[in-house]
């Protein structure tokens, strides 16, 4: 599958996963689509960061945005680290939950609007199949180590 179209797919997923927490009316409910909601990032961003993001970075048009990129993430990364040590109870998962969403959907839309165009325009077509090709076999990896190690 092309690089874009895989990523892509995983952000319509997330999308997903945010509106069903903004319209969910229950606590239980809000911390299972946290649950999902890490599980989906933790691999896209991985698969970005070990795939994607290296084989795209050298090009001078994209490294800053790269660079960026692997902030937002670390971002992601701490704010789901914080809500995951929380107790069920604590008042801040909400407002955490905000801004991880919030900074998530930015993200998102800076990849779709200012580097995934760019990597259509630099990368042919056969590099992108490549690259979709070893994210969906990363992905597969990472699960499955995952699984193991839970
Ligand atoms: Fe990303
Ligand atoms: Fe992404």
Request: aromatic share 8%.
């Given at each position: 599958?092309?690089?874009?179209?895989?990523?892509?797919?995983?952000?319509?997923?997330?999308?997903?996963?945010?509106?069903?927490?903004?319209?969910?009316?229950?606590?239980?409910?809000?911390?299972?689509?946290?649950?999902?909601?890490?599980e989906?990032?933790?691999?896209?961003?991985?698969?970005?960061?070990v795939?994607?993001?290296?084989?795209?970075?050298?090009?001078?048009?994209?490294?800053?945005?790269?660079?960026?990129?692997?902030?937002?993430?670390?971002?992601?990364?701490?704010?789901?680290?914080?809500?995951?040590?929380?107790?069920?109870?604590?008042?801040?998962?909400?407002?955490?939950?905000?801004?991880?969403?919030?900074?998530?959907?930015?993200?998102?839309?800076?990849?779709?609007?200012?580097?995934?165009?760019?990597?259509e325009?630099?990368?042919?077509?056969?590099?992108?199949?490549?690259?979709?090709?070893?994210?969906?076999?990363?992905?597969?990896?990472?699960?499955?180590?995952?699984?193991?190690?839970?």
């Amino acid at each position: 599958m092309n690089a874009i179209k895989l990523l892509k797919e995983d952000h319509s997923e997330l999308r997903k996963y945010f509106g069903q927490y903004k319209a969910a009316d229950s606590d239980s409910k809000k911390h299972k689509l946290f649950k999902q909601i890490k599980e989906k990032l933790d691999v896209h961003t991985h698969i970005e960061e070990v795939i994607f993001y290296p084989a795209i970075k050298g090009h001078k048009e994209l490294k800053d945005i790269t660079l960026e990129g692997i902030e937002e993430h670390h971002v992601g990364d701490v704010l789901v680290r914080e809500i995951s040590n929380l107790t069920e109870e604590s008042e801040k998962f909400d407002p955490k939950m905000d801004v991880l969403i919030e900074s998530t959907e930015h993200h998102l839309m800076e990849e779709e609007g200012k580097m995934f165009p760019k990597v259509e325009e630099y990368f042919d077509e056969k590099t992108l199949e490549e690259l979709g090709r070893e994210m969906a076999e990363e992905e597969k990896k990472f699960t499955k180590s995952k699984q193991a190690s839970a």
